[in-house]
């Protein structure tokens, strides 16, 4: 264990559907990521939030909401996504906004019909 | 754009053998690190090292850094089936996103 729990470990999603990811650390860490990871290109990052503020945006499609309530959770709000979205999408947490020594949790393997 | 390379894109070998794998990146950067994945599930972190490090020991793992060439090498030693994953480099400059590498995969057989 990583002390970073995402769930669910897998969703089948429509396109029309509202779905959210959800991640929780145990690590007391400040800094928390959304990764998305697809087959055969490297990781992707999507989200950082440092001290529940968001600090980074990847031009990510409106379509992918996050949400950081407090700085042991953080959540990935889903609507109208497309087909390409299907990928793993993977949580992290560090003590810091460094980028160094990220916790990864399993992942959501998420498939979008 | 990508910044880390993995080569080779896949490693087959033996238990007991030492697998190699490489990165190369494009621009300098303050620390490369190396993460561990095994089939569907999150990437482990394994080991940090800093642009003013050469070369770093944990275990079985032993990372070089050659910042003229812009490359670094992570060897592990006497594999073992267990260590069977896709390895990643990750490169942190200063200001932006730590960027990952496509992955090498290596394949141990006992």
């Known amino acids: 264990e990583t002390g970073v729990t995402q769930t669910p470990r897998h969703l089948v999603m429509g396109m029309t559907n509202k779905k959210s990811l959800k991640c929780e650390q145990h690590l007391g860490h400040n800094a928390m990521y959304w990764y998305k990871q697809s087959a055969k290109k490297p990781l992707e990052l999507m989200f950082v939030y440092s001290l529940e503020e968001r600090v980074e945006n990847n031009s990510v499609p409106s379509r992918f909401s996050p949400e950081c309530p407090n700085s042991s959770h953080l959540f990935l709000h889903l609507h109208t996504l497309q087909p390409e979205d299907s990928a793993l999408y993977l949580c992290?947490?560090?003590?810091?906004?460094?980028?160094?020594?990220?916790?990864f949790g399993s992942g959501t393997q998420l498939s979008v019909l | 754009s990508q910044q880390g390379e993995e080569d080779p894109q896949a490693l087959s070998i033996q238990e007991g053998e030492n697998a190699t794998m490489n990165c190369s990146y494009k621009t300098s950067i303050n620390n490369l690190q190396w993460y561990r994945q095994n089939s569907g599930r999150g990437l482990v972190h394994l080991i940090l090292i800093r642009s003013n490090e050469r070369e770093k020991h944990s275990g079985r793992l032993r990372v070089t850094l050659d910042t003229s060439k812009k490359s670094s090498s992570l060897l592990i030693t006497a594999s073992r089936a267990a260590d069977t994953a896709s390895y990643f480099c990750?490169?942190?400059?200063?200001?932006?996103?730590?960027?990952f590498g496509k992955g090498t995969t290596l394949s141990v057989s006992s």
């Open positions: 990750a490169t942190d400059q200063a200001g932006t996103a730590l960027i």
């Open positions: 992290a947490s560090s003590q810091e906004a460094t980028n160094e020594k990220l916790f």
